[in-house]
């Protein structure tokens, strides 16, 4: 099972990061292989320029685009 936390603070959030929770939420070819969390920061990765911040396995994604995400949760 991969673990993924997205983070939903502020810059986050409006940076995308909801729409990519959304997306990982609701897609069924995901389920069961995936525990999806939120966070509200991740501490030193947390700037503006970094947003939005997912954590795949431990590993922090910056400007996590949905693309990059879904690649990270294949290489699992």
């Given amino acids: 099972m991969v673990e993924v936390i997205v983070c939903v603070g502020t810059d986050c ?3 995308g990061g909801l729409q990519i929770y959304d997306f990982l939420e609701h897609d069924p070819s995901l389920e069961g292989r995936i525990n999806l969390a ?3 920061c991740f501490n030193r990765a947390c700037k503006p320029d970094n947003a939005p911040l997912v ?4 590993k922090i994604i910056g400007r ?10 294949t290489e699992g």
């Avoid at 954590?55 to 431990?58: A, F, T």
């Avoid at 996590?64 to 949760?73: E, G, M």
Wanted: glycine residues 4%.
């Fill in 55 to 58: 954590s795949v396995n431990g």
């Fill in 13 to 15: 959030s409006y940076k």
């Fill in 64 to 73: 996590a685009t949905l693309d990059k995400v879904l690649a990270a949760i």
């Fill in 38 to 40: 939120t966070a509200k």
